[in-house]
RNA sequence: GGGAACGUCGUCUAGUUUGGCUAUGAUGCUAGUCUGGGGGGCUAGAGGUCGGAGGUUCGAAUCCUCCCGUUCCCA
């Protein structure tokens, strides 16, 4: 009866249905009526806005500011560094018409911002008076995705950051690029609950155009690492084509140097498979469009009379304490569908008010992660409120650690990390020097290097691949 | 890159094999009523031209062609 409103298969058993119809029936997005795009409702913009906000504020406290960068790109501008364009020409949209007419020089829907922003930066910076230059543009990119698309993983237009900034010299880029990924990280382990992994990418795996590229990487349930955010050093690769060149203060002219990052809504992706269940999304609480939901309960239209009002006290006291709640008094539904229904939209914290509940002063929590219930006196229910809230950060942070851990292996030998590859783990395997041995690795396993740890440097074991004396010990793992 | 499945009221769907009456049912929606602590009951009502375009035919949701979109699996 009615349970197809909810999530119909497990976790655990399809994955990727299961996330598909979370996704969509909890009103986070829906297909747009173009191949590979979405439409965000409010519920995901929302997360959106939320992350927005606290990266917004993060930028500002460090000396970026924000700008806005048109969407057209001419085609002229895309192709000036050779490698870059390469990179992403597959996929390009490109714009060949205004209404009738044909366009002289086709443009590009920008797929990333690099070449328009260099060009303008060019204009602007004159002297080393004008570095550092930070600034950061939120935005989307369109790149033309051919396989099959996926909400918030693989789409073909989606929303992001790209932050840009020039330097006078290497190691101000460079502790920009580390800067960077920190903030990324504690973004993401303190507003979504997701742990990562932090380092840098292999040559092969790197941005294209860049010196080299910082990711962070989150193991997802299925096995399959996702990169959720990446901060480049571009060292002068784009400065030297763009002239972005300055004066110093011996009046030399220099090419600058520069750094580019940026994380996008896949980090909303990540969030969901995460932290998901078999009832559907479980938000964490900092990001939750809604932290608490109030489900009056009666009976008789006295009663209805008396929760109602005391369910708007906890509501207008909770708003007072800034925590984002909403009384559910939709009368035409009973509260155990209520229950389901704030659960499947993932609301961190519920608040039944009954008759019951009243007469003892208390009302009951229901809390989404690990679904427990118990009850609470009404005297200092807010203070217990926010910091339940934060209990729920900490447990679900906690909790998805442990796995993360539980599911990182060390291997030696070839075999061990096929073995474990097949269990859907994150391997920590030693490799050399020679690029054909990684290539060998993700042809035969689908695995690539994610991320080279900052401890990873070993020269004392030997490659899986090859046997010989190995440089590295970086985490591999199949990814999205 | 390869393979498979699918598209019918808001949603899930019957009907397609073998073309033929007013396109089936449930759920949701609207109104009323009784209800209400884990996806309520009853009564009444509204809602679809069958993803789109072309074609075959006396007649197409059903057959053919092309297009659009979605999902899943394997590199």
New binding site residues.
């Given amino acids: ?6 999530v119909t298969v497990k976790k655990s058993e ?4 299961w ?2 119809q979370t996704v969509i029936k909890s009103e986070l997005a829906d ?1 747009a ?4 795009l979405i439409v965000l409702r409010p519920d995901g913009y929302s997360i959106w806005e939320s992350l927005k906000s606290s990266l917004d504020k993060k930028f500002a406290a460090t000396g970026h500011r924000n700008g806005f960068l048109p969407t057209l790109i001419p085609e002229s501008l895309l192709t000036k560094e050779k490698d870059h364009f390469a990179g992403f020409n597959p996929e390009v949209f490109w714009v060949t018409k205004s209404g009738d007419g044909e366009l002289g020089d086709r443009l590009a829907l920008r797929p990333t911002s690099e070449t328009l922003a260099y060009t303008l930066f060019a204009k602007w910076i004159r002297s080393w008076r004008d570095l550092p230059l930070k600034i950061n543009f939120w935005n989307t990119a369109l790149r033309a995705e ?6 918030f993983l693989r789409t073909s237009e989606f929303l992001w950051q790209e932050g840009h900034t020039v330097h006078v010299n290497s190691e101000e880029a460079e502790k920009e690029v580390t800067d960077i990924l920190e903030l990324y990280k504690k973004t993401v382990e303190e507003e979504l609950a997701i742990p990562v992994i932090t380092g840098k990418k292999s040559e092969k795996e790197k941005f294209v155009g860049a010196v080299y590229t910082f990711t962070m990487e989150a193991l997802m349930p299925d096995g399959k690492a996702l990169q959720m955010g990446t901060s480049h050093f571009l060292g002068q690769n784009f400065s030297k084509p763009f002239e972005l060149k300055y004066a110093d203060k011996d009046n030399v002219e220099s090419y600058a140097w520069q750094t580019s990052w940026g994380v996008s809504w896949r980090l909303i992706g990540g969030m969901i498979m995460i932290h998901g269940d078999d009832r559907g999304l479980v938000l964490p609480p900092r990001v939750a469009p809604i932290q608490v939901i109030i489900i009056p ?3 008789s239209d006295e009663d ?1 009379e008396k929760i109602g009002k005391i369910s708007k006290e906890i509501e207008e006291k909770l708003k007072d304490a800034e925590i984002r709640v909403q009384v559910d008094n939709r ?2 539904l ?4 209520k ?3 704030w ?2 939209k993932g609301i961190p914290l519920r608040i ?1 008010i ?4 009243l007469e003892k002063n208390q009302v ?1 929590f ?1 809390r989404r992660h690990n679904r427990q ?1 118990d009850d609470q006196e009404i005297t200092g229910l807010v203070e217990r409120v926010v910091s339940e809230l934060d209990k729920i950060h900490n447990d679900m942070f906690s909790d998805a650690k442990k796995i993360l851990q539980e599911r990182t292996s060390e291997v030696d030998t070839y075999d061990e990390f096929k073995t474990e590859l097949e269990k859907g783990r994150l391997i920590k395997a030693p490799i050399c020097n020679n690029p054909e041995c990684e290539e060998g690795i993700k042809e035969e396993t ?1 695995a690539d290097v994610r991320v080279i740890t900052s401890d990873a440097e070993d020269t004392s074991s030997k490659c899986i691949k090859c046997s010989d004396q190995s440089s590295m010990r970086p985490l591999f793992a199949r990814g999205y």
């Fill in positions: 009866m009615g349970k197809e409103i909810g399809d994955f990727s249905e996330y598909t297909y009526p173009v191949k590979g051919i396989k099959a698309t996926k909400p309960i009666y009976y209805k009368e035409q009973t509260p155990g569908f229950f389901n229904e659960e499947m039944e009954g008759p019951k509940d009951t229901a219930k689908s």
